[in-house]
């Protein structure tokens, strides 16, 4: 395990594959931007709340719709370039998956919570890795703060953004319609 950040910094992957075999020994969690592994912050309470909520909901959706996909929570790697990889706050994933497998590789939609430490990552790095990937078609940024979706969605070549804090969203394909309130904790 490593104990120190300072050790952390001196590590470096040159594939994926190598730093999941590393991962798998390592008592916390990690993400690995450009061969280096990066440490996931602990989460707030906010936080945690959203992401289960946001996979309860893209959950019910999938069911409601009756495709063949199934939401998975974080956990999972996402693979972006042959030397970084990230954990996604939920992934709707339509194809087949190795039970044993630690990779999601082909999700539908992505899901990122913003927390302090990951806004910049989020809206800009994981933004362009994400669709790097073939079959990525939505990926959605949920920030707790303002209540806000800020959906990234895949139109041939190009990528349009729109901002969503009611009504439904439409996850199309995979054909899923979503409740932006069921995606946060109720307001107090």
């Known amino acids: ?12 992957f040159d594939t994926v594959e190598e730093y999941l075999d590393w991962a798998m020994e390592q008592s916390g969690r990690f993400e690995l931007e450009d061969g ?26 999938v069911e409601d719709a009756g495709v063949p996909c199934e939401v998975l929570p974080d956990g999972l790697t996402v693979q972006t370039a042959s030397d970084t990889a ?16 630690v990779i999601a590789d082909a999700p539908i939609i992505l899901v990122e919570v913003i927390s302090p430490s990951s806004q910049s990552i989020d809206t800009i790095r994981k ?19 303002k209540r806000l979706v800020i959906h990234h969605e895949r139109k041939g070549e190009r990528i349009e953004t729109r901002f969503v804090s009611e009504g439904a969203l439409t996850l199309d394909p995979p054909g899923l ?12």
């Open 36 to 61: 280096r592994p990066v440490a996931m912050s602990p989460e707030r309470v906010g936080h945690a709340r959203t992401k289960f909520r946001t996979a309860m909901a893209l959950h019910k959706a």
């Open 177 to 188: 319609t979503v409740p932006v309130e069921a995606m946060f904790a109720p307001e107090e």
């Open 1 to 12: 395990m490593v104990d120190a950040v300072g050790k952390l910094d001196e590590i470096r």
């Open 86 to 101: 990230f954990e996604p706050d939920a992934i709707v994933h339509c194809a087949t998956l190795d039970e044993n497998s």
């Open 127 to 145: 933004l362009s890795g994400y669709f790097t990937i073939p079959s990525v078609i939505h990926y959605l940024i949920l920030d707790t703060e």
